[in-house]
C-alpha cells in the first residue's frame, strides 16, 4: 500500500530538488556492507573491554574478587570502583528543577540497583578473553527486596531503592489549574474515567552501542568514536564524567545503525572504554552484546495513569484530570526527568479545546534499568492517555467517535492550550476527513453492523494525535523549567572548485539526513544536488551542536543550513555586483544566478563567485575573502506535527487473536522535503507503535530480573505482523520555520496504539483492555463481554 514512488535524483530539475522523493544517497553503503560502524573500527595496537554486571537487581556488594580473571593469560586489567581515583557519576536528569538528586556512580560501589548495573571491567588483549575473564569475576552479593512498577515502588512499605529518596519519590510535578478542573468536573453531565498502563518498551536498535576511544598521552588528545545520536552533548557530559578537557575530547559518530532514543542519552560504558583507554594508553574497544542491550539500555514509557473526563451531554469536552506515576527506573538518566513532564504533560490536549486541564506526575525510583526517552518520549503516553479516554467519551455521549472528535476540535490557529504550548497551526478536520474518505467509513460502519449479525467482530480506531517536536525554543524550554537551551547550528561552505560542503550538529542514524540536507542546500544555492555533501557526527569537524532526537532535524537544523546559506548568497551578491559593476540592489538571484536586473546575459554563477572568492584578487573593498557561513538557529515556538491514524480490526473472540485488516494513516508535517523519507518514517514509526499494542513489553518477575531478555522473550514486530498501511497526507506549513517543515521522525510511534487498542475495543464493545494485547488478554476481555461481565 506504498503511495510514493522514489525518483533517481538525475532525472529531477534542479529547481525542483527540495520537495522530491528521490532515493536516499546513503543507501548503497548501508546495504553492501560499505557502511563503517562503531565495531567495524580496528586500531593499531587496539585491546577489548567487558563489563562484568550486576545478576541481581538489588543488592548490597559484599565482595568482588577479580583475582582469577586478572591471572588468565591476554588479561591486561580488571578494575573496579575502588580502583579507579575519581570514579565518577554520570549526569543525572538535568533537565528539570526540585528533583530529589542521587549519585549514579559510573562503576556501582558498594550497592547494585537494577539486573546489569556494572560492577567492574576487563580489558584483554582480545574480545573472547575479557568475555571469559569478565564470567571468573565472583561477586558476593547481600539480596535486597527488588520493585519493578511505578505503583508498588510508591507503596508505604516498599523497599527502598535510594536511601536519600524518600519514598521512592524522585519528583511530584503537575501542569494545569487544579481548581478551574474541579469546578469543571462539578459542572459535568458525565464523567468518564480509566485505568490506563503504558507498559514499559526496550529500544531495539539493530545495532548494539559500542565504544571505540584512544588517547595519545604526549597531547592528552582523546578520541570516542561510538554510537551517538548527538556527539556534542557526549563530548560536553564525558568531559565532566571522566574529568577531561572538553577541547580535548573529540566525540564521532560513525554510521549508526538506529536509536530510536536510546543513543543520547550518557551511560556508564562508554565512559569506562574512553577511561581504560587513558590508563593503558592503547585504543580500546567495547561492543555490547544483545543481552546487555536488554539489560541496560535505557528503557522507555512505564507510566500508570488514572485519567478522567468531563462531559456535557451534547458531547462537549468540559475538562481533563490525569495523574499519572512514571518510572524512572534506578537511577535518573540524561533526560529522564523531562519526558514524564514537559513532553508529556504539555500535550494532554490533543487536538481539542479543552477548557481546564490538570495533570499531576509522580516520577519514581524502582529497580529496572534507567527510564529515558523512547521514540516519542512522553507525547505517545499523552497521546495514548487523550485518545483512550476520547474513544470512552464518545461512548458515554452516545455519539460516533469521529463525530465526536471533530465536535471538539480545536479550530483557529495559534492555539493556547491549558497546558502551556501554544500550537503553531493546525488543519484537524482535514486529515479527519481525508482519513475517514480512505476508509469509506459509513459503508464501514455498516459491514460492522452486518458482521457482528453474524458473530464476527469487526472494531474501528482512530487516533487523532498531535505532537510537539522540532525540539529547540531555549525560551520556550527555559519558561517550561528546563536547564539548557536548545537550538542547532550549520556551516555550508563552499570550496573553491565551486562544490558544496554542509556540516550541521545533528547527528542522523537511520533518518537521511545526508539526502534531505543536500536538497536544503541546493535549493538555497542553486547548485546541483550532487555538488553538495554532508557531514554530521564528529566533533572536530562541525562547530557545535545539540543532536538528533525530538524529531528535530529537518525543523531546526534543516534551518540552520537555510540561514547559512542565505548569509552565503547575500555575500555572493556583493562579490557578484562588483564583478559584473553593478551596484548589489540591482543584483538578481534565481537558480543560482546573479544576474543584473533587466540584463539577463550579464550573469554568474555562483559556483563561480565561490572561485572568485578564494582565488581573485579583486574582491570588493572591505570584504573578507573566502565563502563560507556559520548559523545557530532557535526557533520560537516548538512544531506540531497531526494526523489521523485508523486500524480495522477483526477480533476473534475465541482465540483472542487480534487481525488487522486495514491501516489508514494521515498525516501533516507541513511542508515535505522528501515525500519518501517522510513515508518511510511513517511506516517505521507506525511498526513500533503496533509493536506496543500488540506484541512488545518489558517484564520484570519479583526479584526484578529480565523475563523478556531477549529477542526470543520479547517481540520486535517483523514485517509478517504489520499490515500494509495506507499512507496520505495534507499540508499545513509551520509558520515557526523558514521550511514550514514539521517533524516526522516520531509520528507513527505516537499515533499507532491507541487507533489499534481502540479498534479491538472497539470490536469487543469493551471500554479496557491492556497493551500488549496478547491473545490471553483479549480472550479474557471478550470473555467477560460475552459473559455480561
Ligand atoms: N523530513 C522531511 N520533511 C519533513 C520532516 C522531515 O523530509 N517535513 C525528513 C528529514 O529531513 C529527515 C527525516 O525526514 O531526513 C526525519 O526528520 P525529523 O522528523 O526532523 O527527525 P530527525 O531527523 O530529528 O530524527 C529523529 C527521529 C526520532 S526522534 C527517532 S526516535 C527516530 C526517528 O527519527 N529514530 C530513528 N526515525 C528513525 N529512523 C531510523 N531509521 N532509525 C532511528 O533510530
Request: hydrophobic letters at 40%.
Amino acid at each position: 500500500g506504498s503511495g510514493v514512488q522514489s525518483v533517481d535524483p538525475d532525472d529531477v530539475d534542479a529547481a525542483d530538488i527540495l520537495g522530491s522523493a528521490i532515493e536516499r544517497r546513503e543507501d548503497p553503503a548501508l546495504l553492501t556492507g560499505d557502511a563503517e560502524y562503531t565495531d567495524d573500527i580496528e586500531l593499531p595496537g587496539m585491546v577489548h573491554m567487558t563489563i562484568k554486571r550486576s545478576r541481581h537487581a538489588h543488592a548490597r556488594i559484599e565482595n568482588i574478587d577479580t583475582s582469577e580473571a586478572e591471572a588468565m593469560d591476554g588479561v591486561i586489567e580488571v578494575f573496579t570502583a575502588a580502583d579507579i581515583e575519581a570514579p565518577g557519576n554520570l549526569p543525572t536528569g538535568w533537565l528539570l528543577d526540585s528533583l530529589e538528586q542521587v549519585d549514579h556512580p559510573i562503576l556501582a560501589e558498594d550497592r547494585v540497583r537494577y539486573q546489569g548495573d556494572a560492577l567492574a571491567v576487563v580489558v584483554a588483549e582480545e574480545r573472547y578473553i575479557a568475555h571469559d575473564a569478565t564470567d571468573r569475576i565472583d561477586v558476593d552479593y547481600d539480596r535486597l527486596g527488588a520493585v519493578t512498577e511505578p505503583s508498588e515502588a510508591l507503596a508505604d512499605d516498599a523497599p527502598a531503592v535510594h536511601d536519600d529518596a524518600s519514598g521512592n519519590v524522585a519528583f511530584d510535578w503537575d501542569i494545569g489549574d487544579a481548581e478551574k478542573t474541579d469546578a469543571a468536573f462539578d459542572d459535568a453531565d458525565h464523567v468518564v474515567d480509566l485505568d490506563l498502563e503504558n507498559q514499559l518498551l526496550i529500544p531495539n536498535a539493530m545495532e548494539p552501542r559500542a565504544a571505540v576511544a584512544e588517547y595519545n598521552p604526549s597531547n592528552d588528545e582523546l578520541a570516542v568514536h561510538m554510537t551517538s545520536q548527538n556527539p556534542h552533548l557526549h563530548r560536553l557530559l564525558m568531559s565532566g564524567v571522566i574529568d577531561h578537557p572538553e577541547h580535548k575530547l573529540q566525540v564521532r559518530a560513525p554510521d549508526v545503525g538506529g536509536g530510536f532514543g536510546s543513543k543520547i542519552h550518557h551511560y556508564a560504558d562508554e565512559a569506562l572504554v574512553a577511561l581504560a583507554a587513558k590508563r593503558h594508553e592503547r585504543p580500546v574497544k567495547w561492543t555490547a552484546t544483545r543481552t546487555e542491550t536488554y539489560l541496560t539500555d535505557a528503557q522507555g514509557r512505564g507510566h500508570d495513569t488514572h485519567a478522567e473526563m468531563a462531559l456535557s451531554d451534547d458531547g462537549d469536552i468540559l475538562g481533563f484530570r490525569v495523574d499519572t506515576a512514571a518510572n524512572l527506573g534506578a537511577y535518573l538518566s540524561t533526560f529522564a526527568p523531562a519526558v514524564p513532564t514537559y513532553l508529556y504533560g504539555t500535550l494532554l490536549s490533543g487536538q481539542y479545546d479543552i477548557p481546564a486541564i490538570y495533570c499531576s506526575v509522580t516520577g519514581a525510583f524502582t529497580n529496572v534499568p534507567p527510564v529515558d526517552a523512547y521514540r516519542g518520549a512522553g507525547r505517545p503516553e499523552a497521546s495514548f492517555v487523550v485518545e483512550r479516554m476520547i474513544h470512552r467519551a464518545a461512548k458515554e455521549v452516545g455519539m460516533d467517535p469521529a463525530e465526536f472528535r471533530r465536535r471538539n476540535f480545536v479550530e483557529e490557529f495559534p492555539y493556547q492550550t491549558q497546558v502551556a504550548v501554544e500550537y503553531d497551526s493546525g488543519d484537524y478536520e482535514k486529515t479527519l476527513d481525508r482519513a475517514l474518505d480512505l476508509l469509506d467509513y459509513d459503508e464501514l460502519r455498516e459491514r460492522q453492523e452486518a458482521a457482528r449479525a453474524e458473530g464476527k467482530y469487526v472494531g474501528v480506531g482512530l487516533s487523532a494525535y498531535i505532537e510537539a517536536c522540532g525540539l529547540a525554543p531555549s525560551e520556550l524550554a527555559g519558561e517550561l523549567g528546563a536547564q539548557a537551551g536548545l537550538w542547532e547550528s550549520g556551516l555550508v561552505r563552499f570550496h573553491p572548485s565551486g562544490k558544496v560542503t554542509a556540516y550541521c550538529g545533528t547527528s542522523g542514524h537511520g533518518q537521511g539526513h545526508d539526502t534531505t540536507y543536500a536538497q536544503i542546500v541546493a535549493n538555497e544555492l542553486g547548485v546541483d544536488y550532487e555538488d553538495v555533501e554532508v557531514v554530521e557526527g564528529d566533533t572536530d569537524e562541525i562547530p557545535q551542536g545539540m543532536g538528533t532526537y525530538g524529531s528535530r532535524s529537518a525543523a531546526v537544523g534543516g534551518s540552520a543550513l537555510v540561514k547559512s546559506s542565505q548569509k552565503l548568497v547575500e555575500k555572493a551578491k556583493r562579490i557578484a555586483a562588483h564583478q559584473l559593476e553593478a551596484a548589489p540592489e540591482d543584483i538578481e538571484f534565481e537558480n543560482g544566478d546573479f544576474h543584473v536586473a533587466g540584463a539577463p546575459d550579464r550573469s554568474m554563477h555562483i559556483a563561480e563567485i565561490a572561485t572568485q572568492a578564494y582565488l581573485a584578487h579583486d574582491m570588493p573593498d572591505d570584504m573578507e575573502p573566502g565563502l563560507e557561513a556559520t548559523s545557530f538557529y532557535d526557533p520560537d515556538n516548538f512544531v506540531f506535527p497531526f494526523g489521523l491514524h485508523a486500524a480495522v480490526v477483526e477480533v476473534d473472540p475465541d482465540t483472542g487473536e487480534i487481525d488487522i485488516e486495514r491501516y489508514v494513516a494521515v498525516d501533516d508535517v507541513g511542508n515535505q522535503i522528501n515525500p519518501k523519507i517522510v513515508e518511510g518514517q511513517i511506516h517505521g514509526g507506525v511498526a513500533q507503535g503496533i509493536g506496543q499494542a500488540l506484541y512488545e513489553g518489558a517484564e520484570y518477575d519479583d526479584n526484578g530480573q529480565l523475563v523478556t531478555g531477549s529477542m526470543q522473550d520479547y517481540t520486535v514486530p517483523k514485517a509478517e505482523h504489520i499490515p500494509s498501511m495506507e499512507t496520505d497526507s495534507t499540508c499545513t506549513p509551520s509558520p515557526v520555520n523558514p521550511l514550514g517543515v514539521k517533524g516526522v521522525g516520531e509520528a507513527g510511534t505516537i499515533a499507532a496504539p491507541q487507533a489499534v487498542v481502540n479498534a479491538v475495543c472497539d470490536a469487543l464493545d469493551v471500554d479496557q483492555i491492556g497493551m500488549p494485547m496478547k491473545a490471553e488478554r483479549v480472550w479474557r476481555a471478550a470473555n467477560a463481554a460475552t459473559d455480561g461481565g
